[in-house]
């Protein structure tokens, strides 16, 4: 079993930023491959970001380009999600899938579906 954990959520003013954590562990030693997903009230799971676990290829939705960024702690499976230049429409609560060997292929990143292990989610409020 795979346990996966997040944290650094909160409310934040437009424009602003947070980052966000998270740490998975349990079943192999491997590397995993990362993302992270988001859902706001009455909408579908969406793709935000997710990072290889061989390689460090990473790729972002086309709404958080250029404004968020995910990264690895060296070595380990923590990663993190850099939230700039935030806007009200970033609100959701935000989850982080952890994907262990044998790997999704990268067209599979996409669909929440795909991933077996899932942290509890975290809340982000972006609101004046």
């Known amino acids: 079993q795979v346990q996966v954990v997040e944290s650094g959520g909160g409310s934040v003013q437009p424009g602003g930023s947070l980052r966000l954590s998270c740490s998975a562990s349990?079943?192999?030693?491997?590397?995993?491959?990362m993302g992270w997903f988001r859902q706001a009230p009455g909408k579908e799971r969406e793709f935000v970001a997710a990072?290889?676990?061989?390689?460090?290829?990473?790729s972002y939705a086309d709404s958080v380009k250029g404004r968020f960024t995910i990264s690895r702690d060296s070595g380990k499976n923590t990663v993190h999600l850099q939230m700039n230049r935030l806007r009200p429409e970033d609100t959701a609560d935000y989850f982080c899938?952890?994907?262990?060997?044998?790997?999704?292929?990268?067209?599979?990143?996409?669909?929440?579906?795909?991933?077996?292990?899932w942290g509890q989610g975290t809340q982000v409020t972006v609101s004046s």
């Open positions: 899938a952890a994907d262990p060997p044998p790997y999704l292929i990268r067209s599979s990143w996409y669909a929440a579906a795909n991933w077996d292990y």
């Open positions: 349990g079943r192999t030693n491997s590397r995993y491959g």
């Open positions: 990072m290889a676990g061989s390689g460090g290829g990473t």
